[in-house]
């Protein structure tokens, strides 16, 4: 079994918190989650493919973004209350 940075788990929160970012960023593309993070154009693309894993440093990035701890990211408390984990955008009740 490859060894992992990061828990599937803790993976899924990074990647839950990037869509948050991409709404709150502006919504319906990648390019400014890109640009305030920084990340590539293919890195990014590839995570959200997973076709790879999420690193330690896109997670403290986001963490840094979100102005959050990076124990919140991992965990998943960063994500605010009430909002989907497939699209980022806030649920409606």
């Known amino acids: 079994m490859p060894r992992r940075d990061l ?5 899924a929160n990074v ?3 990037l869509r948050v970012v991409r709404v709150k960023l502006g919504g319906n593309n ?6 305030a ?3 590539g154009h293919s890195t990014l693309a590839e995570i959200l493919a997973g076709r790879a894993e ?3 440093t896109i997670a403290f990035r986001v963490a840094k973004v979100r102005d959050v701890s990076l124990h919140h990211v991992l965990s998943g408390k960063a994500i605010p209350a009430g909002t989907c984990r497939h699209c980022g955008m ?3 009740g």
């Not at 990648?30 to 640009?35: D, I, K």
């Open 37 to 39: 993070l920084p990340i």
């Open 30 to 35: 990648w390019r400014n989650v890109e640009l």
């Open 7 to 11: 828990s599937l788990v803790e993976q």
């Open 54 to 56: 999420v690193s330690t």
């Open 90 to 92: 806030p649920s409606d």
């Open 15 to 17: 990647l839950a918190l």
